[in-house]
C-alpha cells in the first residue's frame, strides 16, 4: 500500500527558510506527478508545488521563486524547498500523487511567526 511521510515542518520567522521531505512507499516518485499540497484550518487543501515524471516543475503563484520543489529518486524522496517564508505560508504541508490523489500522511506542520 502507498505511504506518505512528511517532515521538515517548524516554528520559523517571516523571511526565513525550511526544508520538507516526502519519504514514499508503495509507489515510485519517478513514476508518478508529485505533488505538495498545504491545508489552513476551515480551507480546502492547495496545490503548492509539483514535479512530472520527466522533470518538470510547477508551482501556485504564490509560491513561485521562493519555493522549490525537487526529489531524489535514489530515495524515492519529494522535498520542497521554502525560502522568504511569509506568514501566510503557514499551514499544514502534505505530499501526494498530483493527477491521482492516494492516502494522505499526516502532514507537517509549518508555522511562520515572529
Known amino acids: 500500500q502507498v505511504q506518505l511521510v512528511e517532515s521538515g515542518g517548524g516554528l520559523v520567522q517571516p523571511g526565513g527558510s525550511l526544508r520538507l521531505s516526502c519519504a514514499a512507499s508503495?509507489?515510485?516518485?519517478?513514476?508518478?506527478?508529485m505533488g505538495w499540497f498545504r491545508q489552513v484550518p476551515g480551507k480546502q487543501r492547495a496545490f503548492v508545488a509539483g514535479?512530472?515524471?520527466?522533470?518538470?516543475?510547477n508551482y501556485a503563484d504564490s509560491v513561485k521563486g521562493r519555493f522549490t520543489i525537487s526529489r531524489d529518486n535514489a530515495k524515492n524522496t519529494v522535498y520542497l524547498q521554502m525560502n522568504s517564508l511569509k506568514p501566510e505560508d503557514t499551514a499544514v504541508y502534505y505530499c501526494?500523487?498530483?493527477?491521482?490523489?492516494?492516502?494522505w500522511g499526516q502532514g507537517t506542520q509549518v508555522t511562520v511567526s515572529s
Open positions: 508503495g509507489i515510485i516518485i519517478s513514476s508518478n506527478y
Open positions: 501526494n500523487r498530483v493527477n491521482l490523489l492516494t492516502a
Open positions: 514535479v512530472m515524471r520527466d522533470g518538470t516543475t
